[in-house]
């Protein structure tokens, strides 16, 4: 039983099956470009869609909208200090504000830049800095039946062979991402935390948590990995964080808010130059584009992600979704991840070759055949690299059913049933930044 009562609802509506056809294929076959209203169960993503706690609600009335070190902001910095051990934050609108806030300090032309596994906006930010984003994700992420814990981890032998490759003094940064949201939302082990933190100082460059679903990955910690078991996930979170040099937070994951984000550090220098880039491109440094109910509720969003039993309650909803679709025998990436059950698109469309995007065929597949939105993240999101074609169904935080969850199973069950009726897709327009294609190509079936 969840530890919560709802205290408001509201209506959504299943549009009829022509009403669906019609919708997706004026979207280009992208349902990025849905409207909201023709979506009955959207799992586009767990960004910004969760549903805030009384406390939250109650916080935002206490917002202080000062342009200037605002009260709302000290409140901020207050709860990064306790849950995160940071001295310094620079707030942001989102997640992405803070990758270019950051990012924009510490890369230059040139420099290349490995992580577990670069996301959509992370691998385009440092893209747009002049960088080379580099994935070095654990072998065993390449096995979809695996049940191993911890296969969102940063492979260290390749790492090391790419400091072999390019040299040392050409990687500034080292990013590691946790929970690991590009493979499939796998947690990444203490052990590997500190192994990747040492190999970043071993090269001389600075260690970089992309900490948005940070208390889903102390879950796991906590739950997976020996010695933890006894230990807080406020805790584990404080130590996960010990080993960093910076962080980037979208505030829309485990901040449990709809709109916020900020970058922390401790060093002073990295802070100050933050600070300034900050006023260019999110506003004054104590607000950051956002007004002070905004800040407020992310300050008490954070407690509340390392507060029992919220996130004990967030992962199981997630491994029950899961369940439910591996009864209905539709292939999953296994072990489901914190935040999202991911789909194997190429074993369920296995008639369709990858160069015409399975993944998205099968995205288009759930809505037609119930509504449900998701989203690929395979060879259509991620050009150029060798992703699987896996589709992330990302539950919002505290917001959906049991039931709700089993009509989810059951449209993916009917999309697969339905398989052969259901052609690749190829695209018709894409926008000049290929990293970014996804939010806003269009596509049409390669049989029309």
């Not at 901020?76 to 950051?102: C, I, K, W, Y």
């Not at 209905?328 to 369709?352: K, N, R």
């Not at 339905?418 to 970014?436: C, F, H, R, S, T």
Request: with cysteine.
């Amino acid at each position: 039983m969840r530890s919560y009562k709802a205290k408001m609802v509201e209506p959504i509506t299943l549009p009829s099956r022509e009403e669906r056809e019609s919708a997706i294929e004026q979207a280009g076959y992208n349902v990025f470009n849905l409207d909201a209203r023709d979506v009955y169960i959207d799992l586009l993503t767990d960004s910004g869609t969760g549903t805030m706690s009384a406390d939250q609600w109650a916080a935002m009335i206490r917002g202080d909208e000062a342009y200037a070190g605002s009260d709302s902001f000290a409140n901020l910095a207050e709860s990064v200090h306790d849950v995160m051990g940071f001295e310094h934050v620079v707030p942001t609108h989102q997640g992405r504000g803070a990758e270019n806030v950051l990012y924009g300090v510490l890369l230059e032309d040139g420099d290349v830049v490995p992580n577990n596994s670069h996301f959509d906006t992370t691998r385009a930010h440092i893209v747009n800095q002049g960088a080379e984003p580099v994935d070095c994700p654990s072998p065993a992420s390449r096995d979809p039946d695996s049940t191993a814990s911890f296969k969102g981890n940063f492979d260290l032998d390749a790492g090391r062979a790419l400091v072999e490759e390019v040299g040392a003094d050409s990687i500034p940064v080292v990013v590691l991402t946790i929970t690991n949201n590009s493979v499939a939302g796998q947690p990444v082990s203490m052990e590997n935390i500190r192994a990747t933190a040492e190999f970043a100082r071993d090269i001389d460059a600075l260690f970089v948590i992309d900490a948005c679903r940070f208390a889903e990955n102390a879950h796991f910690i906590k739950t997976h990995e020996q010695g933890y078991e006894d230990a807080s996930i406020a805790e584990i979170a404080r130590e996960q964080f010990e080993h960093a040099d910076a962080i980037t937070m979208s505030g829309k994951k485990d901040a449990l808010v709809n709109i916020g984000g900020f970058a922390a550090m401790n060093d002073e220098a990295i802070f100050e130059h933050a600070k300034q880039r900050a006023i260019l491109y999110e506003g004054f440094p104590t607000y950051g584009g956002l007004s002070g109910r905004d800040i407020e509720a992310m300050a008490v969003g954070l407690r509340e992600a390392v507060t029992p039993p919220y996130v004990g309650e967030r992962v199981e909803q997630v491994a029950e979704l899961g369940d439910l679709l591996s009864e209905a025998d539709v292939p999953v990436y296994l072990p489901t991840g914190g935040h999202a059950v991911y789909l194997d698109a190429s074993e369920i469309f296995s008639h369709i070759p990858k160069e015409q995007f399975p993944g998205q065929a099968l995205v288009c597949a759930l809505y037609r055949e119930g509504g449900v939105r998701g989203v690929e993240l395979g060879g259509f999101a991620f050009p150029g690299t060798d992703r699987p074609d896996l589709v992330r169904l990302a539950l919002p935080r505290r917001t959906y059913s049991r039931e709700h969850l089993e009509h989810i199973a059951e449209t993916a069950a009917e999309a697969m049933a339905n398989a052969d009726e259901y052609d690749g897709l190829e695209i018709v327009e894409e926008p000049p930044m290929k990293e970014l294609r996804h939010f806003s190509a269009r596509l049409k079936p390669v049989s029309n």
